[in-house]
């Protein structure tokens, strides 16, 4: 027997892997942006030179907490277009230096389906194999590189299991690699989307070339993002006209969403590791009354505990004998708002090729739920 739904359902939103609201102080600084600072910040006039000083300000503000060159800042459209700007960009200006590219089985598909397109157009790329908690060996990394190897392509968090993959280790690897062979390349790109406001993103400390960002995922708008680019790498434009960022993501900037992104990011610095630990105590707490109330349940990705091999807010679990879609929709009648693997692929009723790549059966791996905690997620919520 099922419980009698409730009259007024309290919104319980657990899907922040997939956005996040917009903290009232972002909403506030790019309203002023909407409205009083609009004009086009490439205009010689006033107003348009005052939007161009804020223009550079956001930048040197994202940069400073990479620990970047403000001119290592691009500005786009969101995550994805980063994500394809770095992989596209580099095989597109160095083919001629070499057409093989490595990456990992259980990426993005802003990183995937580059790399797919890539191949159809005479490019060869190994996808690496990853343990059953997700994680990638640095040592398989350095070994699966070839002579005509341009592009080293991880995430640095996993969206769907949260596994935090070993950026750092991976990119002493890729420099060892370099000087032995007194070469630029591979570049290293990573797809630290998910891993934005949450985990240290000093570019030097991980070895990184070349990182993703998207506004989305850190409380911030929607269709913003950041490619962050080491000086001296060479990438191919994706759009061509005036000459914004650098020349390299042409057309009038998104104000308003830079400034945003920017102060997201700045905020998001603020009691970091407080805020992680809070959501590690959580999300912890919920699978333990998961355990208590629900037979037949697996964790899936890395052990749950207090040492950040996993994002914070991450817990996926498989929900043996019943199908994953299904749950998501009995949920969302309850005002309890998850999702059964990428919000990217919610229109696919395939089974999660994170899940599969880990050695997951197909059958098991169309029972599993996503919850992601945010920073209005409280005990009495998961209640």
């Known amino acids: 027997m099922f419980p009698q739904k409730p009259k ?4 319980v939103y657990l899907d922040h892997a997939a956005t996040t609201p917009m903290h009232p102080e972002v909403k506030e600084t790019m309203e002023t942006f909407c409205d009083k600072y609009f004009a086009n910040p490439s205009g010689l006039y006033a107003i348009g030179r005052e939007v161009n000083g804020e223009l550079n300000s956001a930048r040197r503000s994202v940069a400073e907490i990479l620990h970047a060159m403000a001119d290592n800042i691009i500005f786009t459209g969101g995550g994805t277009e980063s994500d394809n700007m770095a992989i596209l960009g580099v095989a597109r200006k160095h083919e001629k230096k070499g057409k093989h590219i490595i990456t990992t089985k259980i990426e993005h598909h802003a990183v995937l389906h580059p790399c797919e397109y890539l191949e159809k157009h005479g490019f060869e790329v190994t996808y690496l194999d990853v343990d059953s908690q997700g994680f990638i060996s640095p040592k398989k990394v350095k070994e699966a590189i070839r002579p005509d190897t341009i592009l080293i392509s991880i995430m640095y968090a996993n969206n769907e299991i949260g596994t935090v993959e070993p950026i750092a280790d991976i990119g002493r690897e890729i420099l060892k690699y370099r000087k032995e062979n007194k070469t630029e390349f591979p570049y290293f790109h990573t797809d630290a989307c998910q891993a934005a406001g949450v985990l240290d993103l000093d570019v ?23 490619l962050y680019k080491r000086r001296g790498i060479q990438i191919e434009p994706l759009t061509f ?5 650098f020349g390299m993501r042409n057309g009038t900037e998104n104000i308003a969403g830079i400034i945003g992104l920017s102060k997201a990011l700045e905020i998001s610095q603020v009691n970091r590791d407080d805020e992680n630990m809070r959501l590690v105590d959580l999300r912890n707490y919920f699978y333990e009354q998961l355990q208590k109330e629900i037979p037949k349940i697996k964790l899936n990705g890395p052990d749950l505990g207090n040492e950040l091999v996993r994002l914070p807010n991450n817990l996926n679990v498989t929900f043996m004998d019943i199908e994953g879609e299904a749950m998501l929709l009995y949920l969302d009648e309850y005002g309890i708002v998850c999702s059964t693997g990428s919000a990217c692929t919610s229109m696919s009723l395939d089974a999660s090729h994170v899940l599969t790549a880990c050695g997951m059966p197909y059958e098991y791996a169309h029972g599993s739920l996503r919850f992601s905690l945010g920073k209005r997620t409280v005990k009495n919520d998961i209640d």
């Open 8 to 11: 007024n359902k309290k919104l």
């Open 204 to 226: 030097e400390k991980l070895h990184v070339d070349l990182m993703t960002i998207n506004g989305s995922k850190i409380y911030g708008p929607k269709g913003v993002g950041v």
């Open 241 to 245: 006209g005036g000459g914004q960022e």
